[in-house]
């Protein structure tokens, strides 16, 4: 499945989100299935299996690392999760182990700002790794991208733990 092709969207990793949830609003209210309500069983069905698709192609569009994924899919590059870490720099492997031990020693001594500190700046490499996919594949350069959306999946799982952390603490 293209989901751009899907929601009628340019092939892009830079989207206007808003813009093409607008999009999704539409072609979920064309293909509602009170508007099929007399239409024969078979295109009840096939309304409904769009409304699927356009509602998968809208949860790969608005999260940015199943949107690199599916343009590199769709550039005829291999995806997976084993593969885009194997791309992952060791520089960049060192770095993120530090990070997390950095961010293991604040939630030992309940330090929120240092929690604090270490998501911003991980928010801000995920604000330049956007940047970077955003050029790259603009200019057609999907190969080259794979390990920069593996490091953007490493920066999910560290701000997925600090939003742990703050639940955790909030509780």
């Not at 182990?97 to 293991?104: F, H, K």
């Not at 030992?108 to 928010?123: E, F, N, P, T």
């Not at 560290?158 to 952390?165: H, N, Q, Y």
Request: proline content about 3%.
């Amino acid at each position: 499945m293209d989901p751009f092709a899907t929601l009628g969207i340019a092939r892009a990793f830079d989207v206007d989100l808003a813009a093409v949830e607008k999009v999704h609003r539409e072609l979920s209210r064309a293909l509602h299935p009170d508007r099929y309500v007399g239409a024969s069983p078979s295109e009840r069905r096939a309304s409904l299996a769009k409304a699927v698709e356009v509602n998968e192609a809208w949860r790969v569009v608005r999260d940015p690392i199943r949107r690199a994924d599916a343009l590199l899919a769709l550039s005829g590059v291999e995806v997976g999760e084993g593969r885009d870490a194997a791309k992952a720099a060791p520089a960049f492997l060192m770095d993120m182990l530090e990070q997390r031990e950095a961010l293991s020693e604040a939630r030992q001594s309940k330090d929120l700002d240092a929690v604090r500190r270490l998501a911003a700046a991980i928010q801000a490499r995920v604000r330049d790794v956007e940047r970077e996919l955003t050029a790259g594949f603009a200019r057609g350069e999907a190969e080259g991208l794979v390990g920069k959306v593996g490091e953007l999946k490493f920066y999910r799982r560290f701000l997925d733990e600090v939003s742990a952390i703050e639940d955790e603490w909030a509780a």
